[in-house]
């Protein structure tokens, strides 16, 4: 999933970004609950603090967008998240958008970010296709014509079409002459949010209610993540 998410955003950003990728050595193969949102948000905190100073605007690759307000919080840089960038830019290419999902599980969770942003008026619903999926790595493959026709039936309650979830990553590209509506691909909603972000504002969200916090000594965290939110020099960093 890593490398179709990188594939997909690589396709909409200029020659002269360079795209990053990185996987969480900890979790699970993709997200379906909110417990395994909270899971995931500290993972890329983790990841975030590993590299801090190596990038310079940051990505949060599934569609939840799990950790985007506290690493908006904890670094002094643009992040974005799929969810919330795809929801942005269909706000400007139709009075409503609807997400398309291969999974109905997904639907309370994905449905939250809704609410987080506070468009609940422009929101369509969440649909998915009747069909089942095997490997989830095999998605996008599998569930292309249940998906399609899934995207033409949001079409009908909506002018714009997000397909919501990793897995679905590149997808909107290969069956946009199919659906009636705009498709929009969240990872390069977000991506491109984030290149338009840093060369804006730098710095990204640092000041107000996402100023960075006081230091704080923390217990057991990953010695990166401890050190950036004590504000002391990492022990990787030293090195």
């Given at each position: 999933?890593?490398?179709?998410?990188?594939?997909?955003?690589?396709?909409?950003?200029?020659?002269?970004?360079?795209?990053?990728?990185?996987?969480?050595?900890?979790?699970?193969?993709?997200?379906s609950?909110?417990?395994?949102?909270?899971?995931?948000?500290?993972?890329?905190?983790?990841?975030?603090?590993?590299?801090?100073g190596?990038?310079?605007?940051?990505v949060?690759?599934?569609?939840?967008?799990?950790?985007?307000?506290?690493?908006?919080?904890?670094?002094?840089?643009?992040?974005?998240?799929?969810?919330?960038?795809?929801?942005?830019a269909?706000?400007?290419?139709?009075?409503?958008?609807?997400?398309?999902?291969?999974?109905?599980?997904?639907?309370?969770?994905?449905?939250?970010?809704?609410?987080?942003?506070?468009?609940?008026?422009?929101?369509?619903?969440?649909?998915?296709?009747d069909?089942?999926?095997?490997?989830?790595?095999d998605?996008?493959?599998?569930?292309?014509?249940?998906?399609?026709?899934t995207?033409?039936?949001?079409?009908?309650?909506?002018?714009?079409?997000?397909?919501?979830?990793?897995?679905?990553?590149?997808?909107?590209?290969?069956?946009?002459?199919?659906?009636?509506a705009?498709?929009?691909?969240?990872?390069?909603?977000a991506?491109?949010?984030?290149?338009?972000?840093?060369?804006?504002?730098?710095?990204?969200?640092?000041?107000?209610?996402?100023?960075?916090?006081?230091?704080?000594?923390?217990?057991?965290?990953?010695?990166?993540?401890?050190?950036?939110?004590?504000?002391?020099?990492?022990?990787?960093?030293?090195e």
């Open positions: 999933m890593t490398d179709r998410l990188a594939a997909s955003a690589r396709s909409v950003l200029p020659p002269d970004v360079d795209l990053l990728p990185v996987t969480a050595r900890e979790g699970f193969a993709y997200i609950s909110r417990a395994e949102a909270e899971i995931a948000g500290a993972a890329v905190l983790s990841m975030l603090a590993e590299r801090i190596s990038f310079d605007a940051a949060i690759g599934a569609f939840g967008d799990p950790g985007l307000g506290a690493a908006r919080e904890l670094f002094d840089l643009p992040v974005t998240g799929m969810s919330e960038a795809a929801m942005l269909a706000l400007a290419l139709g009075q409503r958008f609807a997400f398309v999902t291969f999974s109905p599980r997904l639907a309370p969770w994905y449905e939250e970010q809704v609410t987080r942003t506070g468009i609940e008026r422009r929101f369509a619903g969440t649909f998915t296709p069909a089942d999926f095997g490997s989830i790595s998605v996008a493959q599998d569930l292309r014509r249940p998906l399609a026709e995207c033409r039936r949001a079409a009908t309650r909506a002018d714009v079409v997000i397909l919501a979830g990793a897995p679905i990553a590149g997808l909107a590209s290969d069956i946009m002459d199919e659906v009636p705009v498709l929009l691909d969240p990872i390069q909603a991506a491109l949010q984030a290149l338009a972000l840093h060369r804006l504002r730098p710095l990204g969200a640092n000041a107000g209610s996402f100023a960075r916090p006081p230091a704080k000594e923390s217990t057991g965290l990953p010695e990166p993540l401890s050190s950036w939110i004590a504000r002391k020099p990492s022990e990787k960093g030293k």
